[in-house]
């Protein structure tokens, strides 16, 4: 069977029709550190000239997608009512509201929402096949860590006509790491340079911190010597990428307590104990020689 297989070593995709390459002078290869199954692509696709466009870029959503989304929010629950949103209000929204939707959809982690939207904009007569919209629902399927269902979505990419771009592999990349999956991920990568596509500042930032997490040292030196091929200033945006370290877990934790301990120290003196710092007042007055007023 044609497909990705998590528990497999190696990557499998013969159906993407990649046809040898011959290999860039002076490269880096990790296939001396993880095993590589795949051919080497005659494919161009990178990111150069004018990008195109996405379907969409609104700063504000039309009430009729608005209203659309909370329908869908209601109903979800009930297979009956979700059929009926989609057969009245769904069905009537723009191509522009309707891809608002979805996108907004996407930003709040409503999965099987985004997945019958998704489906549904695939089957609509207007409807040109877009990487954006594969970019973005891998993305939403890797936060979820739901990789046999992205794996499955980058596949049907050459169903649909389109070829994986540099943001199509980021995204892959980073679905693998959030599963632990580093060997997959280093495949994908390499899959990425095989295939045309140049990696991005996205690319290495992700690559780099992910394998700080895992402490592939090793791989992290190879990853930055590949910086200086890819990247116009490798040492400014490696520097950058130092110094924004993701916060160690466990001194976000002893953050949040400290904020805590302050608040319940506001709380018990200032709220649950109004009489006795009323009477620290008094006190504190009665030094001074004055009376305060007291009510009742």
């Not at 159906?15 to 290869?29: I, N, R």
């Not at 693998?176 to 690319?203: H, Q």
Request: charged share 25%; net charge positive; proline share 5%.
């Amino acid at each position: 069977m044609n497909c990705l297989l998590m528990g497999s070593s190696k990557l499998y995709l013969p159906h993407l029709g990649l046809s040898q390459k011959p290999p860039k002078p002076h490269h880096f290869h990790f296939s001396s550190m993880v095993p590589l199954s795949c051919s080497t692509p005659n494919i161009i696709c990178g990111l150069r000239g004018r990008p195109r466009k996405p379907l969409w870029r609104k700063s504000v959503m039309s009430t009729e997608a608005i209203q659309a989304i909370q329908s869908l929010k209601f109903a979800k629950s009930s297979p009956k009512k979700l059929d009926e949103v989609f057969n009245g209000r769904i069905t009537r929204l723009l191509k522009s509201d309707l891809l608002d939707a979805l996108a907004e959809l996407q930003r709040q982690n409503e999965l099987d929402l985004a997945l019958k939207v998704f489906k549904f904009v695939r089957e609509e007569v207007w409807y040109k096949p877009d990487l954006t919209l594969y970019c973005d629902m891998i993305r939403l399927l890797g936060k979820n860590k739901l990789i046999e269902m992205a794996e499955e979505l980058f596949l049907e990419l050459k169903k649909d006509g389109l070829e994986p771009d540099t943001r199509a592999f980021t995204e892959m990349i980073g679905a693998y790491f959030r599963l632990g999956l580093v060997g997959k991920a280093i495949e994908m990568y390499e899959l990425m340079k095989a295939s045309g596509c140049n990696p991005d500042e996205l690319t290495f930032t992700i690559l780099i911190r992910s394998l700080k997490k895992v402490g592939e040292e090793e791989l992290i030196g190879a990853i930055k010597k590949e910086c200086e091929e890819y990247m116009d200033s490798p040492e400014k945006f490696l520097e950058e990428v130092e110094q924004k370290k993701v916060r160690n877990p466990i001194v976000h934790v002893l953050i949040c307590l400290i904020h805590l301990e302050f608040f319940l120290t506001f709380v018990f003196f200032f709220l649950l104990q109004p009489k006795s710092r009323m009477l620290s007042l008094v006190k504190l007055n009665r030094n001074f020689g004055s009376k305060p007023y007291m009510s009742n």
